[in-house]
């Protein structure tokens, strides 16, 4: 179980925002909503199946239903934001809010499960891209981790934020998680914005 109830709220919160985007990205790229909704539950899995399982515990996403029901929940958001006029913008928060709070929840449980830092960077991390990877290779995209430069760092930039946070700012788990994924979004918004500059 998780030891901050604020801290689940994220972890669900990162499924559904996840799967969010893969719905998103697939339904805009003109895959049919079942397999859109298929992709999204795969994605919004990806990252609490990988991090529980590297840390040898109970898999909550299997235990509890409610991970799955996030992950179906986003399917339909993602859904209807890539009705949007703006459906790749639309993709790039959802997926850059997903990256950022599954590096945080991945990053401080790691920490609650006894991990060093080192440890806890790469489970954090390792999370934060499992959802991207399994959506970015179903959908045949170029992996956006290997793709963009502010991606793969600017998770490992929020867990190591967050990490600081935790062992010697003494905050809360959920506060912690939260620093990370404001890091990352700041990071992603940055990006962004050197992405129109330069015409992209």
């Known amino acids: ?33 079942s397999g859109a909704a298929v992709l999204a539950c795969l994605a919004g899995l990806a990252a609490p199946l990988l991090r529980d399982a590297l840390l040898g515990h109970p898999v ?12 179906v929940a ?10 949007l006029g703006h459906a790749w913008r639309a993709f790039y928060w959802l997926d850059s809010m997903g990256l950022g709070l599954a590096a945080g929840v991945g990053g401080v449980r790691g920490a609650v499960f006894g991990l060093g830092v080192v440890g806890c960077l790469v489970l954090g991390v390792l999370a934060a891209l499992a959802g991207g990877l399994v959506r970015d290779v179903a959908l045949g995209d170029t992996a956006r981790l290997v793709e ?39 990071l992603r918004a940055l990006r962004l914005r050197k992405g129109l500059q330069g015409g992209i």
């Open 1 to 33: 179980m998780m030891q901050d109830p604020l801290l689940y709220v994220f972890d669900l919160a990162a499924s559904f925002i996840l799967a969010a985007a893969a719905s998103c990205r697939a339904r805009n790229g003109g895959a049919h909503f």
């Open 60 to 71: 909550l996403a299997l235990n509890r239903g409610d991970y799955l029901a996030a992950a």
């Open 74 to 83: 986003g399917a339909v958001a993602g859904t209807l934001a890539a009705r």
């Open 148 to 186: 963009e430069d502010s991606y793969a760092t600017a998770a490992a930039l929020g867990v190591m934020l967050a990490l600081v946070a935790l062992l010697y700012g003494g905050m809360p788990l959920w506060m912690c998680a939260l620093a990370c994924c404001g890091l990352v979004l700041v």
